[in-house]
């Protein structure tokens, strides 16, 4: 079983290398010492062009000297500063298969995106592990 395991992680790492590319967006390894498969799949975020993101504005230009100084500014609630955006920063899924995967165990999945909240970094991470429990060795 182990080493159906082992064919079914390559043929899988085969396909994720043919979806992507580039380095840049996926990159696996096996390390030297376990013999496991870890790696990293950034997946790029691009918004419509009608997107915007709203931000409170400073009012003065001492209270951007306060922020550079780590002192707290005044804000007004009411100031707020607009700007479209086309894309936000990636979300990077850190991944290593463990031996018995697929059929019985898990990937290893951690995500990292500093503009989503810790729950729904987890929320995702729970989504894709039970996607993995539907499809358990398919």
């Known amino acids: 079983e182990s ?3 082992r064919n079914l992680q390559q043929l899988e790492l085969e396909a994720l290398n043919a979806i992507f590319p580039s ?3 996926f990159v696996c ?3 030297s010492s376990t ?3 870890s790696g990293n799949l ?3 975020i691009a918004l419509s062009e009608k997107t915007m993101l709203r931000y409170p504005a400073f009012q003065t230009v001492e209270n951007l000297d306060l ?3 780590d002192a ?3 804000q007004d609630d009411t100031l707020t500063q607009d700007v479209q955006v086309h894309h936000l920063p990636p979300i990077s899924l850190h991944f290593t298969l463990p031996p018995l995967y697929p059929t019985l165990e898990p990937p290893e999945l951690n995500l990292e995106c500093f503009w989503l909240s810790f729950d729904l970094r987890n929320s995702l991470r729970e989504k894709f ?3 993995w429990e539907d499809d358990r060795g398919e």
């Open 72 to 74: 707290e500014p005044a």
């Open 67 to 69: 922020v550079a100084n």
């Open 129 to 131: 592990l039970s996607m």
């Open 3 to 5: 080493n159906d395991n």
């Open 42 to 44: 950034q997946i790029n």
């Open 29 to 31: 390894k096996e390390d």
């Open 23 to 25: 380095s840049d967006e």
């Open 35 to 37: 013999g496991l498969f």
